[in-house]
């Protein structure tokens, strides 16, 4: 039985669920703020991805959302423009960067 999604495990499980296949020339950081739980970033660069907890300085793209919203994407049971779509996330920076996100990682 696999263990329930949660954001420890998916801090830990993004650099290895990564695509870098999909992410040829890209260098961004992607700034997941959480309202109700620790904020953390993944870094893509040189075909590699890292993921911190904590806030980083310059992030190309933040994504505001709950901890439950994040799950419920990470594991596919909600698309991120229908979350996007009902205000359950929000998006500041190069936007267009957040259409890429489902591609650099595997389910």
Request: glycine letters at 8%; one cysteine or more.
């Amino acid at each position: 039985m696999t263990q329930p999604l949660s954001l420890e495990r998916i801090v830990h499980k993004l650099p290895q669920k990564f695509n870098p296949d999909q992410a040829a020339g890209l260098e961004a950081t992607f700034q997941f703020s959480l309202s109700d739980a620790d904020s953390f970033f993944i870094d893509i660069r040189d075909g590699e991805c890292t993921s911190t907890y904590g806030t980083h300085d310059d992030p190309n793209l933040v994504l505001h959302l709950d901890e439950a919203t994040l799950i419920r994407i990470i594991s596919g049971e909600q698309d991120g423009m229908s979350a996007f779509m009902k205000g359950q996330l929000r998006a500041e920076g190069n936007v267009m960067l957040a259409t890429r996100l489902g591609k650099l990682f595997s389910r």
